[in-house]
């Protein structure tokens, strides 16, 4: 397995060394530490960080999306038949898995796009990158 193969299904873990898997470049407004943060004399800035860099992941946090009511659904119906279909009269079953093949693209899409997971990175040269996504990194 090749490490563009790994990359998209890697879960990173606190404490896993990795590496940026791709060119990055930061800006913003700057303001120097003595100066507070309200203060007009902050100035442009630019810093640039080559894929390649290491570090060490630190934290990872999963956003979890909110479920819709088509989903919710999904899950009853989905749970009643797996438990009772069974013991259903026939007509009833079809019934109900008509309903859970009705709401199945919903759950499908939701699965796809349920978790995003970023994560906190002590690069090797001092930089932190926090909220990152998992994707920006391979395992080092």
């Known amino acids: 397995m ?4 790994d990359e998209g299904s890697m879960t990173l873990n606190v404490g896993q060394r990795v590496r940026l898997v791709a060119d990055l470049r930061l800006a913003g407004s700057v303001t120097p530490a003595e100066e507070p943060v309200d203060e007009s004399g ?5 810093v640039a960080l080559a894929a390649g860099i290491e570090g060490t992941v630190e934290r990872v946090d999963e956003h979890h999306q909110q479920q819709s009511h088509e989903v919710r659904e999904y899950l009853r119906l989905k749970s009643l038949l797996d438990d ?3 013991q259903m009269p026939p007509e009833s079953r079809r019934q109900l898995e008509e309903q859970v093949g009705g709401l199945e693209e919903q759950w499908a899409a939701y699965q796809r796009r ?27």
């Open 2 to 5: 090749t490490d563009e193969e």
């Open 42 to 46: 902050a100035f442009a800035a630019s």
């Open 84 to 86: 009772f279909g069974h």
């Open 114 to 140: 349920t978790l995003r997971v970023t994560v906190r990175v002590r690069l090797d040269n001092g930089f932190v990158l926090d909220e990152a996504p998992e994707e920006a990194f391979a395992s080092a």
